[in-house]
């Protein structure tokens, strides 16, 4: 009797971390690793390309001067825009032409293809200075979204305000991943230079900080896999649903019979 429960303690203790290790997060190398501090890598910054769109906000001491030069509306508020909704409510700004242009009141067309955000800034305010006093001016792109599917807690395609996201974080935004969803094999799909590349992560890994898909792109899909315990179970409900309905179907019959 003894020997049969160590044997089962043995085996509630080796299943226990088989499974621990499966949904940890960042795991090192080696417990000897667990405290390394390693160097942050140069963050991503994106640059336009066409077909973003271009939150400009245009900002100087001449009430008149800042309504000729903001005649789009402000963008939505990011907290409500595109999650979990049906249909995702339009992103107003404006958009970067297959030439690589946007058409700006009084400025015209100007180039903005390969800037970043930052650059686009200084770029506008120096043409601008010609026109009013002291400009101030605000880009963003506002039509940078990531997409989480799968076994996550809430899966939805996201807008990023700051231009920036990380794996971790853009987890953390769907909600977490399940307890079914595959921490070892996260499919990340992503439309770079006119080709689409197919990229398997493993979130159980501390490497994934050194990945150079650890800051996504706008566009970018997270695609969490079902294991196979998760088909397991709804395989048995559907299994079951019959014979559940069956069985109730039968005792309803049976109660009527009596109370007849």
Known sequence: MKKMIYCSVLCCVFSSCLSTKKITYFQPLSPEL????????????????????????????????????????????????????????????????????????????VYVTGLTSKELEAKLTEQLQQYIKSPTVLVRIANYTVSVLGEVARPARYTIPNEQITLPEAIALAGDLTIYGKRKNILLIREMDGNRQFIRIDLTKRDVFNSPYYYLHSGDILYVEATSGRLTTIDRVYQLAPIVINSLTLMVLILNSIKN
């Open 34 to 109: 667990d405290q390394i501090v390693s160097q942050i890598e140069e963050t991503y910054v994106p640059v336009i390309k066409a077909g973003d769109i271009l939150s400009i906000t245009v900002s100087s001491l001449d009430k008149k001067d800042n309504e000729m030069f903001n005649p789009v509306t402000p963008m939505i508020n990011y907290a409500t825009q595109n999650v979990g909704t049906i249909a995702p409510e339009p992103v107003l700004g404006f958009t970067v032409g297959a030439s690589g242009n946007i058409s700006l009141p009084v400025v015209g067309n």
